[in-house]
């Protein structure tokens, strides 16, 4: 009995009519904290002492960053779910998180660009934490690039869960070496701007705006699981009565 | 019951033993192509005084790197054809229906691919060390992190190999897929390498290294076993 939503969450038809409930709860918080979080953030927060205004790209730079390397994580344990129990809906949210994932992971890597140029006065730097997020954007583009080379769908999202989970394996791995090696390789002349030293009067803001793309991460991939859904189940009656109201 | 355990036993080291050799004598029977990852090897390393500089103390400097990121495109390049043969011709298909652990046949058959490959390279890498002016106290350590990390290459690269067999043209996508997984071992093998050539203690490199090696083989076949058999079906 206890286990009972645990198979009905597999059904793709449950998942879908369920979410739709979801959606404006979760759309309306979205908006609400991302426009809080940015509107403080960008206005009213105080200005950095070095820094200037340029250092309030952190309000997308590092909610972006934190949700790169969690989606990868909901991308492996989705996966995981699809490859044991055989949840229809499971892969579908694994191939949903696959594409986000990248695209955040993208943006972390983009706005760090234009965060180093006025502060660093250089675009990029072998820096530990940026050579792991590009390593982390290579494991993501990997799982696509997977995902899309295989014909059937049932195959693709077997074997692109397995590299999923060996990923997760050596996400850790990575961390850690490249730590290593940007202290042996690299003096120790940029410093980041600690989580310690950041004043709160910067941080909650921060924290708003993480929260706020906590809640875009879920309504983004609760709405691509959804069409995802209607493209695979497009043959079954359900849909094709949705279509036709 | 106990019986039928005792008798397993040797079924499974004969199942180890027979792959091994098949294979073994499969790539013997192949010479050529086991020249092609060697010769890919020293064409590239060539490559590297014409397209940088001739100059032997900025080469020396740029020997560990270069060497071990040529070894590790070697092995990659090599890794296409580890199971390919035995898909085109049903092979992997009656692996699958085996009583035997796909674990043990996976590892037999990455051990043979190291044999073959990553052996040669380490044997190879000193030439190139010299061409590459790398001082001598380079040496051992890179012949020890390369016969250490080759082996986890291959182990790690039978993922990719079994989760791309199936497909027409999996080889680009095959060093897609295992390129990001390698950094660690890029890592800490050139790393070894370049603190030898330093004068430095580079023992800890090696032990993280050996590290890596012995989770890998506890885990990666399991990984590359479960790929054939998506591969297998798809």
Redesign the interface.
Known sequence: MAWTWFHQLGSPKWFYQKTEAWLPWLAVATLVLITWGSIWGLAFAPMDAKQGNSYRIIYIHVPAAFLSLAGYYVMAISGAIGLIWKMKVASLVMRSAASIGAILTFVSLFTGAVWGKPTWGTWWVWDARITSML?LF??Y???I??QN??E?E???N??SA??A???T??IP??Y???D??YT?HQPATIKFVGKSTIDPSMMYPLLVMVIGFYCLYALVLILRTRSEILVRERKSRWVQELATQ | MSDRENASAPALLGLFGATLRRDLLLAYRSRGELFNPLIFFLIVITMVPLGITPDPVQLARLAPGMIWVVALLATLLSLDSLFRSDFDDGTLEQYLITPQPLYLLVLAKVLVHWLVTGVPLTLLAPLLGVMLSLPASGFSPLILSLLVGTATLSLVGAIGAALTVGLRRGGLLLSLIIMPLYAPVLIFGASAVASAADAMPYVSQLAVLGAMLAVAIVSAPFAAAGALRVSANG
């Open positions: 390593i290579f494991l583009l990997g799982v690039a997977l080379a295989f059937r049932e195959a693709a077997k074997a397995i590299l989970l060996v990923g394996v050596n791995i990575i850690k070496s490249v290593w090696w042996l």
